[in-house]
């Protein structure tokens, strides 16, 4: 798969492309069903795969500095996409420009012009352009006019009776249903990260923890984890922590995980964190050792949990 950023660095597609467009945000098992869809296209008509998505999410634009919870960062979608057997995974910034395009001119500057789509593949609740005044009807119009190229809108994707999308999955997320997120984007809920230096106030209670900070990233859930955690593709078991610290004042969320049996360090490394459990709210304790004897607790807590999952951590690093 190759991956290209920014409309200006879209290379000449002088055959033609297979192409579906959207936020992705989770790539669940709605997305990989379009994704499913592209590919089948792309093989029938002998022309390359590809996907296009925007950076800021278009929500985030709009709304500015109070960012709505997302699924997936940037380098969560490409690890997902990359999975997924396409051609091309382009990330277009989304800017001022791009949002007051009119239907017209989206098509014909970034689909035709850009992307030279031949064949489009959309959800069924797929709206672009200005003031999202662009939809299936509006394409399936220009594109019967035009001769320039077809498009297909496809199902929505039902799971007992619920139609899969990424707000259903942060419902689920937000009433603590891991279980039903799971089941709508086809695998645990998880957050990938780069591990940061903290304060390593965890080192000084005896547990030493690896931080990924979420910079402009908001996560859909807080509190305590039992957690499987991926390092150069092992995985262990440990607890996490989402949220501000509130106790030692923090101010800035992140994610402070505690890898049982593991000593070495991954300053720099990334790793995956996959939500199993959860154990608890996040809270504000009274101090230092109300905190260390929580984490305690939170320990054996989880520990319990993986004993009767019967997942346990690898050997020592």
Known sequence: ?????GIKNIPPMPQGTVLTIGNFDGVHLGHQSIISRVREKSCELGLPSCVVFFEPQPKEFFTKGSRPPRLTSLHQKYYQFNKLNIDYLFCLRFSEKIATLSPREFIEQILV?????????????????????????????????????????????????????????????????????????????????????????????????????????VTPVTGVYAVHITVNERKYCGI????????????????????????????GEWIFVELISKIRAEKKF????????????????ALDFFRRDKTFPEQKS
């Open 240 to 267: 996490a922590n989402i949220g501000f610290n509130p106790t030692v004042n923090g101010n800035m969320p992140r994610l402070e995980v505690f890898i049982f049996d593991f000593s070495r360090d991954i300053y």
């Open 113 to 217: 012009n850009k992307l030279n789509v031949k064949y489009l593949i959309i959800g069924d609740d797929f709206q672009f352009g200005s003031q999202r005044s662009g939809n299936y009807d509006y394409l399936a119009s220009y594109a019967s006019e035009s001769g320039l190229f077809s498009v297909e809108k496809t199902e929505s994707f039902i799971i007992n009776g619920v139609r899969v999308s990424s707000t259903a999955i942060r419902e689920a997320l937000a009433e603590d249903r891991l279980d039903l997120a799971s089941s709508y984007l086809g695998r645990p809920y998880g957050i990938w990260g780069k591990v940061m230096h903290g304060k390593q106030l965890g080192r000084t209670l005896g547990f030493p923890t690896a931080n990924i900070n979420f910079n402009q990233y």
């Open 1 to 5: 798969m190759k991956f290209i950023r």
């Open 286 to 301: 009274a101090g230092i050792d109300e905190l260390k004897k929580q984490i305690d607790q939170d320990r054996e807590t």
